[in-house]
């Protein structure tokens, strides 16, 4: 799969919004599938919104109805421990992110110190140049590579694993056509 260039107008994510997330797609049982996710997010202290819609690439799993329906969102908090305002919600986040761009190894480090710092989260994660390195509450953890920030990817991973899907089954990640803020 070639990889997308990355997607711009994203470059300073707020330091921690509520998200809903949208799953829904059409997909058979055992082959590579593609699922449409709609995002919405609100700054936590700001009135900005934006909305953005992508293509998660990977089994459907029970994550996706099979029918083409979005069926319930997924609501959460996610914050950037990388700035002062996150750091001081993340303990109330859902997903954690350490949203600086690290090298490969620290990634890795420091998403298991934040897994271990922040217990109420069910995704922590740290930015690296390709993608975000991730670890749920549960020991599941890897790499998730995309041309969009890591907020995005554990949010969508998030959502995935609320409606009843492996975060592992979601393989990579799409622009759709028309992304961006509306």
């Known amino acids: 799969m070639t990889a997308d260039p990355p997607v711009t107008g994203l470059d300073s994510p707020p330091c921690a919004a509520w998200v809903t997330v949208r799953l829904g797609g059409e997909g058979r049982a055992g082959e590579r599938t593609r699922t449409p996710v709609r995002f919405l997010w609100r700054a936590w202290a700001s009135p900005l919104t934006r909305t953005f819609r992508l293509t998660a690439l990977g089994h459907p799993g029970p994550a996706v109805d099979g029918k083409g329906g979005t069926g319930t969102p997924d609501r959460?908090?996610?914050?950037?421990?990388?700035?002062?305002?996150?750091?001081?919600i993340a303990?109330?986040?859902?997903?954690?992110?350490?949203?600086?761009?690290?090298?490969?190894?620290?990634?890795?480090?420091?998403?298991?110190?934040?897994?271990?710092?922040?217990?109420?989260?069910?995704?922590?994660?740290?930015a690296t140049r390709e993608g975000v390195v991730w670890r749920g509450r549960t020991g599941e953890g890897g790499t998730l590579a995309g041309p969009v920030p890591g907020h995005l990817l554990l949010s969508l991973l998030h959502a995935w694993t609320v409606r009843g899907g492996r975060p592992g089954e979601v393989r990579g990640v799409l622009v759709d056509e028309g992304y961006g803020g509306g």
């Open 76 to 88: 959460h908090l996610w914050a950037d421990t990388d700035t002062a305002e996150g750091l001081r």
């Open 91 to 126: 303990d109330c986040a859902d997903v954690v992110l350490a949203g600086t761009v690290r090298t490969l190894a620290t990634a890795r480090r420091d998403t298991d110190a934040l897994v271990r710092r922040h217990p109420g989260c069910l995704f922590a994660g740290a």
